[in-house]
């Protein structure tokens, strides 16, 4: 059953983060991450504002977990610390 990362982003330095985005696409690669929203136009009904929301598509709940912990995604991560104010979740699909 596929498995989704819903992300949320508000990048405070374009230059750091442009570390992040070198880097992130590695790991995206490896687990055959599906982009299906990536930072276009949203509206905010509810809760904290972010400019950026992001919809990723996983095989499997283990494959997007295994895509998170991965050396390469850490290694993003690591990146991109101190530059942007980020919150995912991984929610499983229905079909």
Not at 2 to 23: F, G
Request: aromatic share 12%; glycine share 6%.
């Amino acid at each position: 059953m596929s498995a989704y990362w819903i992300a949320h982003v508000t990048i405070h330095d374009l230059e750091q983060y442009k570390q992040y985005m070198a880097l992130a696409p590695l790991a995206f690669e490896k687990y055959g991450a599906k982009f299906l929203a990536r930072g276009g136009e949203s509206i905010i009904l509810e809760g904290p504002v972010y400019q950026r929301q992001v919809v990723i598509e996983f095989v499997d709940m283990a494959t997007a977990q295994a895509c998170y912990h991965s050396e390469e995604y850490t290694k993003a991560r690591a990146a991109r610390q101190g530059c942007a104010e980020v919150m995912i979740s991984i929610v499983e699909g229905l079909l």
